[in-house]
């Protein structure tokens, strides 16, 4: 068949689709009408409601774009061929047949992986092997197909192509129809191994860790709910960015949050963290000099560091000999459980508990140790007060005796009243009360108290400024984080079952070791960032490795994404000339462009400006982009740029650190809070701000890879 006719042929199948689809849709909203009518059980009740919303959500997209790629494939086991339509959620006939496959399925990757030829995919029966006869890509609007194209080994992929070409968006858009092998390998990562993700500017890695957390609910739906599974941004605003990705892809109720609002809801301690930022912008804007700078810089990287864990360690290791005390389990000077036993039972029988659950565990304990002696101790008691009555009418006047008879009486008739009316639980209770849990924030001013480090009175007069005023720094969030679990352990609506962690590269050890032990060491993390763009590299990570070996024992899987598909190749040839001196300081590979050519990336002299800002925003709506970017090296060139620019131009945004939304349109940014964000085109307001230095030269290369289309350099 020649284009035309396959083309009609394809419409006809559209058609046949959307009919299934929208006989879908009204079956599934039948289904949710009737649940609360059938449903007995509220908890389940709402999971279920959940997952037809949903589902209906899905099937109403469906509607105007039901597939995007379609896979021919002779498995070598079958007589046959089979056509796989592959779009964002599975279609159903009747019968339930599937008529078209989620983009999620195991059979779909043929369509990612797969090349014209002999080809396989995993699935949960194994290894299908056979043959990938067609992979073919479809342009549907508005339930309209207007456009297909048949990929073979020798052919671009065009859908790709035309997505590079688009304009951004002032939100994160899925990928699912363009989704390449490299990423979906990442994507579709075993999730019960520690997964580690370097990535260059632009190679997709939050758009493929979105990915990912879709695919992983998909997979694992009847082991895991949503509610499960957490991502860590690093901040509100990209946050803001992000937000409707996951519904987009028919996942909703997943956790997105930045690393304070997480603690804060485990911390039991009312502080307030100051800007994550605080100290990046002191090291790079406040005019301090370079032993401050230094200082600031090594009391930081001490504070992420397993040293400093190591010696809250053994600071909460004394504190739990000091909470159990040297006491004994007594009931009327009966020795129930001695204190050996109490410090075997929670130092090392349940050492791997919280403080918290230990005691809880010991009050059980305690409980079952009554029940055994009951009867013993009754009696015991019993005779006690029989032996001390007959001691008083020995050796006190007859006068006296009434009254030391009540008193032994009751002391003794209340242990005995609590043992034979509720098995002593009273008794339990009131020994569990005195042992005190100390804060965690009470137990860290201890620990800085008693730092012996050589930074050891900068962090103390830092921490002691601070914390008068309830705030700590967002270096100190981390250890305080690490010593409410290790005492308090979590609620269970905090529990989590798998961490993605974006822009990881900002993250240290102690962090990484931290959310490690929150998953209950189950390791099921993914972890993505970029060397390269680590501008907290003096309290994040500089080696993957490193973080491999020690967090993870080596078991963890590291992958690479060296592709950048986010820039055209002038504007990232520019950068790369940038970040190229440091390379091999860094050990990091240099991105690749891929094969996507624009403009040549433009200089200007400083010393006209705003002039040259004005003009070229202008130029760049007139070529129709939508969100323009103007980055400066630090807030306070942001904040003079602004203020000239919203007297001429409307939808003019400043982000700062307390933005927690992004409009687009004409952003003003400082350089260190452009970080995971993309715009069609980049104005560079103060190239020759920056120095010759690691963190100079990082944060100019994460502002240059911002640009998607154009990119103008300000001298």
Known sequence: MDKKEILQTEKEKLKEVLKIAKRELQEEEKLFETLEKNSTDEFILIELQKKKYMKIKSLEKALSNPYFARVDFKEDKQNSEQQIYIGKTNIFDEDYNVVVADWRAPISSIYYDGEIGKTKYECPDGIIEGDLLLKRQYIIENAELIDYNDIDITTNDELLQACLKENSDKRLKNIVSTIQKEQNKIIRSNMFKPLIVQGVAGSGKTTV??????????????????????????????????????????????????????????????????????????????????????????????????????????????????????????????????????LEMLMDNYHMFSLKTRIEKLELFLKSQIENKLDFLIKSI?????????????????????????????????????????????????????????????????????????????????????????????????????????????????????????????FSEFQFYTLNEILSNNRSLTILGDIAQGIYDYRGINDWNRVNKNIFNNEANIEYLTQSYRTTAEIMNEANKVISPIKDKLGIMLAEAVSRYGDKVEFYDGREKMKIIKDRIKDQIAKGYINIAIIGRDSKTCEKIYKDLIEEFENVNLISEESTDYEGGITIVPSYYSKGLEFDSVIIADRNDYSESDLDRKLLYVAMTRAMHSLLIIL
Do not use: W
């Open 209 to 342: 860790a979105i990915h990912r957390i879709a695919y992983l609910i998909y997979t694992y739906e009847k082991q895991f709910k949503p509610e499960d599974f957490l991502i860590i941004a690093p901040n509100k605003f990209f946050l803001d960015y992000i937000k409707n990705s996951l519904p987009d892809l028919g996942v909703d109720y997943v956790r997105q949050e930045t690393l304070e609002d997480f603690a804060i809801k485990i911390i039991k301690d009312k502080i307030k963290v100051e800007n994550s930022n605080f100290n990046l912008k002191r090291i790079v804007e406040d005019h301090l000099n370079n032993e401050q700078k230094e200082m600031i810089i090594r009391a930081s990287r001490y504070k992420g560091s397993l040293e400093f864990k190591n010696v809250i360690d053994e600071f909460i290791y004394n504190i739990n000999l000091d909470v159990i005390g040297n006491i004994n389990f007594n009931v009327c000077g009966i020795e129930v459980v001695s204190n050996k036993d109490i």
């Open 382 to 506: 019993t005779e006690m007060r029989t032996n001390k009555i007959k001691h008083i009418e020995n050796n006190y006047p007859l006068e006296e005796q009434a009254g030391k008879r009540i008193e032994i009486f009751e002391k003794y008739e209340k242990e005995i009243n609590s043992l034979i009316k509720d098995n002593g639980k009273r008794i339990v209770k009131e020994f569990i009360k005195k042992i005190r849990i100390p804060s965690a924030l009470d137990c860290y001013k201890m620990i800085i108290d008693n730092l012996s480090i050589e930074e050891a009175d900068f962090i103390k007069e830092e921490f002691s400024s601070k914390i008068k005023k309830k705030v700590i720094e967002f270096e100190d969030l981390t250890p305080i984080l690490y010593i409410s679990y290790e005492l308090f352990g979590l609620e269970e609506k905090l529990r989590l079952k798998h961490i993605v962690i974006d822009e990881a590269q900002d």
